[in-house]
């Protein structure tokens, strides 16, 4: 099997920039041009012959590599956490039952905590946990998954599941199991990667890109909008609000294309939406 490299990354970026914006300007498109010959006469060149070879880990080993330098620098962590926080201040309070579910290293049971809550996150990595432990003594964690959440039904008041639906193939039976626990009148926020980082060539890359050694990811499921609502649905949730973000200078900027084709980058990367925020609500009769 042949390697792969920067420079298919890079052609891609700028293929993908030239036919987003094909039919605004003649200019714009001789240079993406111009840039493509330039990689396809240098592909034998660093930086385009650098080898990534990406390989893809499981959950529980991705994320027992991944889980000492998760928090940063992190683009998508960083776009997402304001924007859901700003969301749980509204509903989070000392009398809530708060549940963080794939909570990670404890970024938003965090700010649960800090608001009163009375917070369990849960977790499939252990590695992940010991990092949250470590920053949010005031929650409790355990190990767990999001299709069996050790919890009674009815018990909690609020729920997120902050970029962690999307490891799965199908949300709707953890969307379900979610909805079992919340009770009446609960609410849950749902963070994810959106459709369109797929277009961009998304995935869950960490651990940086170096020459000796290949890039490593977790796998991101893509959930378009009729898979959300499907799920919803069925396990009778109401739709609260529903965010599409664009995604963030922070974003374009951490990409490598932006550091070496900055125009292409930002054709292809800006105004498109880097993020799902959902909030659904359990009915107070249901």
């Known amino acids: 099997m042949g390697d792969i490299t920067a420079g298919h990354f890079l052609a891609g970026t700028i293929g993908a920039a030239l036919l987003r914006q094909w039919y605004v300007d003649g ?38 590599e991944w ?90 008041d609020l729920a997120v599941a902050a970029l962690t639906l999307c490891h799965l193939p ?17 609410t849950l926020v749902i963070s994810d990667p959106h459709p369109a980082m797929a277009s961009i060539g998304g995935q869950a890359f960490y651990g940086g890109i170096s020459a000796d050694r290949p890039m490593t990811w977790v796998e991101n499921h893509y959930h378009g909008a009729a898979t959300w609502l499907a799920a919803f649905r069925a396990a009778a949730l109401e739709v609260v609000d529903c965010q599409e973000p664009p995604m963030t200078e922070g974003q374009i900027a951490a990409s490598p294309a932006t550091a070496l084709y900055p125009d292409a980058a930002r054709t292809l990367c800006s105004g498109r939406p880097g993020l799902w925020i959902w909030v659904v609500r359990r009915g107070d009769g249901d």
């Not at 240079?31 to 390989?55: G, T, V, Y």
């Not at 990595?125 to 355990?142: H, I, K, Y």
């Not at 199908?170 to 609960?186: I, M, N, Q, S, T």
């Open 170 to 186: 199908d949300p709707a039976p953890a969307v379900a199991e979610l909805a079992r626990v919340l009770r009446p009148g609960g």
């Open 27 to 64: 200019d714009d498109n001789e240079a993406r041009l111009a840039e493509l010959r330039l990689i396809i006469d240098s592909l034998d060149d660093f930086p385009h012959s650098l080898r990534l070879n990406p390989e893809r880990r499981d959950l529980t080993t991705g994320y027992a």
């Open 67 to 156: 889980a000492a330098t998760y928090d940063g620098p992190n683009p998508l962590v960083d776009a997402e956490t304001p924007l859901v926080d700003a969301i749980l201040a509204d509903l989070a309070a000392p009398d809530v039952r708060a549940l963080d579910a794939g909570c990670g290293t404890g970024r938003h049971a965090s700010t649960l905590t800090g608001a009163g809550c009375e917070v369990i996150g849960i977790d499939a990595s252990e590695a992940m946990l010991d990092v949250a432990r470590a920053n949010v003594p005031g929650a409790t964690f355990e190990v767990a998954h999001h299709h069996s959440l050790p919890l009674d039904d009815r018990s909690i």
